[in-house]
């Protein structure tokens, strides 16, 4: 044990860098379509990926938030916002009803064992992520506050001025 | 040892990457990992029934290290319970590592050695998962492999023990679990049906355990348990249908809360329906399902409820977040049997509407409902293989164990102001769960208003009202909550629970808690002082009674 922690430690040392989407992960979207995550893009703009529940409160209310003002983002950066559902077995039932009757204009993935999550080392939800062209992950927020969409909005014009 | 010799040749591997991935030499290697920990300082409270333990201090922290390169991933989760928070199962105790595993895949195949979890189908046939709040990790150490042999054909197997304990390290359970799944996606499969409206994928899995330590004085456990079973999901335009059907063979179990279902040699059965309909602002989604002794673990002794669990129970029914509604009379699938029913509706009256208002409404309805299944029960005198009972499908008796009705409304008022509103009625089967077990059924009503007030970009408060209106048990319940955040970085919060009803009158004691955090990115820190209410805490048909506690509680999540 004490070998694979020190090898561990010693991976630090080889200079990588952090931040980019995880390349062994595939889950499914509403339409059981197998969706390889390495291969997420955005034709080279940027990208918003959400972590939420439809038992998570402040998610729902992040990605309402976004919502209204989601087709200015669009215009402005091109922006496609990834919603990634963490439902399991118990609520994945509920997850499309829920985007259809907000009538979310998102990418809806599903996650409901938690594969993408972990990859992601996302501890709980809500977890944002913005990811640039390149596929780098360039900020992430975990938490959702009235008025937090303000500040990836700011991140999100950084990145593509 | 040959596994753990593989393991840390992977990790070699990775470490002198640069020869072996070449040609994946544009992918860079990335680092990533994340951070959690709560540490609890406790009060005695005499009141409430909460203790101060010895140690006065508990501390459980979780630290997940990932390395990622080209088609080469590994990680290990070190872990800490010192000493484990009050109310955490027992078996958590020390430092070490808990979870560890390497992975590569490539055109098509994706090895994993070491820990790993995954998912056949709705769970019900095996689920390999974790919840850190509740206790949970079954994850499996052994190997695990994926492939991808033809396009739309998704093919899986595993084999590999369970986790059942952590004492500074992990420390696997002796039963053995092997499973193979196979998907085949009929739409990616035919290339002519790639656009078709009609989306069909057919599924089929197999699970068998091994463990030979369980025999009893008065009965042989069979030693190898097999079980198996298929699925089907289909869509058609807004329609969507999922079915899976899963049949498990002699598994018996000790029962010590009902005698009567003790090593119940009857084959187990589980069947799933959904049917769903959902279009722009309309959806209708119906459940049900019936279970018949489903119970499946990687051991036949006794066990505590959250340990070495294969199947996973699904539970027909809104997991509640408000306080009132989530923690007092959650239910719990009931692992003996059951057969379970749920509706939901969802309306939005549309906005710039004359009913609709500007923004306009939000309207959900909820209905759950659990039967105990109808039994005939076996002569025991002729009864030689033990099979109890018979039961068929989807006959269920009058014997309820649970009902929840539910309607939610939602109104955006104006650009600041949120209204939610949600009534609940309960019907709660105080005998087949764990909370009082002094009544038999438990009727509870709840109400509940949600107010958010933004007043201003980066300023809003929120207000959160809850009445529980109940004769039975501990009687009526009161709830206030104020929440004031400070977008994007802080919060404070100060909320009260109020037993008013206690038919015992030193009991109508309140619950007052006051937290408050900091968030930056993705590190947050919150810290609460006050009295948290015991609760019975449930996920996937296990559920844990988190005793009353008295303290401070700080805690940290972070990630990179």
Redesign the interface.
Known sequence: ?K???T??L???L???????L???VTIKDM????IDISKLNNGGKPMIISFWAT???PCK?ELNAIAEEYDDWVDETGVKLVAVSID????T??V???V????WDYQVLLD????LK???????VP?TFLVDGSGKIV?????Y????E??LHEELLKITK | MNLKLL??TA??V??TGQVFFAQNNN????????F?STVQYYNEDSLINAAEPDHKLGANSFA????????F??G?RLESYLNPLEGYPIGFNGS??GY?YA???NDGL?VTVGNF???FG??MIL????SRQLGIDNAMDGLKVKYNPYKGV?LKGLIGKQRYRFDD?LKNGDGLVRGLDGEV?IN?LFDSLNNSKL?V?IGGSFVSKFNDDNNTADYIMPKNVGSYGGRI?M?YGKF?F?GEYIYKENDPYPDLVDPEFSYVYKNGEGLLL?L?Y????????I?AKHMDNMLWRSTNVTVQPTDLLIG?L??????H?YALAGTLYPYVPNPRGEIAFQT?I???IPKKTKIGGKYGW?IGLNIATAYAPEREFLDPSTDTGRQVYSTQLFNLSDSMFFRDINISIGKKINKKLKLKLKYLNFVFDDRAILVAKNHELIYADIAIADF?W?IS????VRFEVQNMWTKQDQGNWGFGQIEY????HW?VAILDQYNYGNPIETQQIHYLLGTA?Y?K????FTVAYGRQRAGVFC??GVCRQVPASNGLTFSI????
């Open positions: 044990m070998k694979i922690i090898l561990t010693a991976l630090f080889v200079g990588a860098t952090f931040g980019q995880p390349s062994n339409d059981g379509n197998s038992w998570c409160k209310e399991d077995v118990r609520s039932g509920r499309e009803p829920y259809n009757q907000q009538a409901p064992n938690g594969d972990r990859a992601m080392n996302v501890n709980n977890h900020w992430d927020h975990n938490n506050a009235a008025g937090d303000k500040e | 393991f840390n990790l070699l990775s470490f992918n860079e290697a990335v680092i990533s990992g994340n959690s997940n290290i990932n390395f990622n390169k080209g088609n991933s590994a290990v070490g590592i560890r992975n590569w895949n994706d979890y995954d998912q709705s769970g689920r390999i998962w974790e998704y390290g996606n990616e989306k994928t999901a869509r969507r999922f959904n769903g959902s279009q722009k602002g309309f959806s209708v989604d459940n996973y699904p539970t027909l029914s809104t997991q977040t939901d969802l309306y939005k939000d958010t933004k970009t980066h300023h809003s955040s400070y977008s994007p919060f955090g968030i990115g993705p590190h947050r996920v996937g999540t972070s990630s990179f």
